[in-house]
């Protein structure tokens, strides 16, 4: 049998598990168990047949196994959700997520110095518990050898006043020895009766840390599923993010592309018409002026009207480009905005979500070790609560065997051989 084992700290499914498992559990322990679970629930425990095994507080994955994200995708297609309207509910979905995530995060750090504590509280109530043990084990030790003496003694005497042969100082000293027998026990179940609340105490707090470890488990087991879910949220974040950018960054080109050339287009007839403006207003201007009297002077008008109708061409034509160019980047901006802010929002998640997802497999290796480095100090524990429990037992069978015995029932012969004289008298 697995000494050392405080069964009050596993639950009924634990119990059962450990029997499966070849750990020999005390029959009434194991029956208990059985009696606070169903029989479905008994059958439905199962567990690996090992040497080693051993019972530890494992991350159960609790996250579905279902991709929750694509899913909900999915599920927003169905009902005729638009590209925009999809990114928008990822894009909070993942904002919402972060902030969750990060918190988690921020808690569970603390668990690595709070397993830290735990761990050494429980190693100084192992330690306490194995020095009250000893002292137990001493009273007990130092008592029943006072008692074995005194008892066989006893044993001898009574032996002879069962027999009838013990005198009546044998007598008087038997009962002084049943006396002693019974002090001796009793003074010693009384300094064992002060341990019992010290084991008690022990007991408590062992099953606190106990609780502690579980409670760390159970959280950080929960912020690992959470972040697992979280990565994929922000991976399907990101691709439906993706999918509206580049949706819009393609509609913004097509447009730009068309902008630039209409407005090419017309800036360079608009250019034409300013620059053919600009040059009949020269000629006349000169005309009046008289300068267009020689070939030379009409030259020189001639060779500035055509570079006034150069340029007026070109910036008309650059100028139409450009104004196209602004107008056609105004379609797709708004697609790509919120794009973008879906891209980055799940960019956030993932690397918050992925460092938690770190931190929290750390933790829960860490506190797995803790779990069975503290069931050492547990099973001291509970050995000093079986110290106690069998040594007030120990006591009180002793001093139920010092019974003195009482001697036989003896006959007045001379009674006897009155009524057998009588018997012999005729009768008259």
Known sequence: MVQGINWNNYSANQIVELKNQGVEVPEKVYKNA??????????????????????????????????????LRAQMEQEGADLEEIVEK?????????QDITAAMQEIQGFVS????????AEALGSVANDEAAVV????????????????????????????????SEQNKAEHLGADINKTAGKAQ????????????LNTQMVAVNDNLKEVANKTGKALNDAKDAIEVANETKDVSKELYDKG????????????IVGGVGGFFAGKAVSNKLNNDMYANRY???????PAEMADANKTAKTTRLIGKGGGALAGAGLGLAIGSMFGASEMKKGQAGIDAASTLNEVS?????VAEKIAEQNNITISEVSVSDAQVADFDAEVSEGDKSMSDNAEKAVVAEAPETVDKSIEEDEDTKKKQPVA
């Open 34 to 71: 059985q009696a606070q679970i169903s029989e479905t629930d008994a059958q439905e425990v199962k567990a690996e047949s090992k040497d080693d095994a051993k019972v530890s507080y494992n991350i159960e994955n609790t996250a579905d196994q279902k991709n929750e994200a694509k899913e």
């Open 354 to 358: 992925t460092k938690t997802k770190a």
């Open 137 to 168: 084990m001493q009273v007990v030790a130092d008592a029943e050898n006072e008692i074995q003496q005194k008892q066989d003694e006893l044993d001898f005497l009574n032996e002879k006043i069962e027999d009838g042969t013990a005198t009546e």
């Open 90 to 98: 990822f894009t909070e979905k993942s904002n919402a997520a972060t």
């Open 190 to 201: 009384a300094a064992i009766s002060e341990k019992t609340s010290v084991a008690a105490n």
């Open 249 to 260: 960054a393609k509609k913004q080109k097509l447009a730009m592309a068309i902008a630039s």
């Open 288 to 294: 009046n002026q008289g300068k267009l009297s020689s």
């Open 114 to 121: 709070y397993i830290s504590e735990n761990q050494t509280i």
